[in-house]
Nanobody
């Protein structure tokens, strides 16, 4: 059984910073791509940032230069450092990972439970 547990959301004023963490645990053989998505009320879930197992990253245009994604492979953990936050960043943030469980040959998508990020004006 594999699960993703997120932490680090909260309320912050515009211009502030937050750091999200997501730890994968369970019967894991390997983890490929990890990333963060977000969903604001009335909107579709969108990719915020992703990182490959080798460290290659990509970002949504709206967060480039403000957010940084990183991972610690030894801890099966992905982070999202969010700086210069704007009210438009308010959303539920979801961790995603493409994981190969032990005894499996192929990977599957796993999601965290979501963490609320609220940015006040």
């Amino acid at each position: 059984q594999v699960q993703l547990v997120e932490s680090g959301g909260g309320l912050v004023q515009a211009g502030g910073s937050l750091r999200l963490s997501c730890a994968a645990s369970g019967s894991i053989s390997s983890i490929n791509r990890m990333g963060w998505y977000r969903q604001a009320p009335g909107k579709q879930r969108e990719l915020v940032a992703a990182i490959s197992s080798g460290g290659s990253t990509n970002y949504a245009d709206s967060v480039k230069g403000r957010f940084t994604i990183s991972r610690d492979n030894a801890k099966n953990t992905v982070y999202l450092q969010m700086n210069s936050l704007k009210p438009g960043d308010t959303a539920v943030y979801y961790c995603h990972a493409d994981i190969v469980p032990i005894l499996y040959r192929s990977s599957s998508d796993y999601w965290g439970q979501g963490t609320q990020v609220t940015v006040s004006p």
